[in-house]
């Protein structure tokens, strides 16, 4: 089935930085969402990107729609605890097939005060 | 609270046994969808229902699963005779109309953590 590549699959950071992570697909999507999940709960949408080089942000977060719409990013600027959790990346095709999320393994993310 | 309800929110089983997983979608929200998430990996799309409906059921394994949304009451999402590759977590997600046609978001519940023993 269809696959997406997430890395890094694990981030340990210091309170105050920046954190970057990627997704990547050898097919195209036309749209990018970005997920947080905590543990024991469902997964929150972050962030969600519909055009080719769309580039937005939400507080903290800023993520990208690569232009070959095989890829994105999603940055996290100065970091704090709560960020923990595991973040996912998913792709929609569209074509009246938007519920059919794809989503990367994730990233964990951990956070030290 | 107004969001996606989903019960029990762990639930054990021996292997044989039958899981019944429930889902109450979002107030207004007429589209459910039910997604599996194995340990360390991403969620995966399983079935898509409308009330009384089937829609899509592409990626729900041809045996022992079934799901329904009936006209009164939460969506159901069964495993027969389950086995310890079942043990996962299962999410369900709503959305008020056809992703593909307004673009909405799916929001999903908190999920049940199935344990087979």
């Known amino acids: 089935g269809q696959q997406l590549n997430q890395s890094p699959q694990s981030m340990f950071i210091q309170e105050g930085e920046d954190v970057s992570m990627n997704c990547t697909s050898s097919?195209?999507?036309?749209?990018w969402l970005w997920y947080k999940q905590d543990p024991g709960e469902g997964p929150v949408l972050l962030i969600a990107?519909?055009?080719?080089?769309e580039l937005t942000s939400n507080g903290r977060l800023t993520a990208q729609f690569g232009i070959t719409r095989k890829d994105s990013f999603l940055n996290i600027s100065a970091s704090i605890p709560s960020d923990v959790g595991i973040y996912f990346c998913?792709?929609?095709?569209?074509?009246?097939?938007?519920?059919?999320?794809?989503f990367g393994k994730g990233t964990l993310l951990t956070v030290n005060p | 609270n107004a969001g996606v309800m989903q019960n029990p929110r762990h639930l054990v089983r021996r292997r044989g046994q039958e899981a019944r997983l429930r889902c109450s979608p979002m107030?207004?929200?007429?589209?459910v969808y039910w997604y599996r998430q194995l340990p360390e990996e991403g969620l995966k799309f399983m079935v898509y229902?409308?009330?009384?409906?089937?829609?899509?059921e592409s990626g729900m394994p041809k045996e022992r699963f079934s799901a329904e949304f009936p006209k009164e009451g939460p969506s159901i999402l069964r495993i027969q005779q389950v086995v310890r590759g079942d043990s996962a977590a299962y999410f369900c997600?709503?959305?008020?109309?056809?992703?593909?046609?307004?673009?909405?978001?799916?929001?999903f519940g908190s999920g049940t953590q199935l344990s087979v023993l």
């Open positions: 997600a709503s959305s008020p109309s056809v992703q593909g046609v307004s673009n909405e978001k799916l929001f």
């Open positions: 990107l519909y055009k080719a080089g």
């Open positions: 229902l409308q009330k009384e409906n089937i829609i899509d």
């Open positions: 107030k207004g929200h007429s589209h």
């Open positions: 097919s195209i999507f036309n749209t």
């Open positions: 998913a792709g929609q095709r569209g074509g009246g097939s938007n519920y059919k999320l794809t």
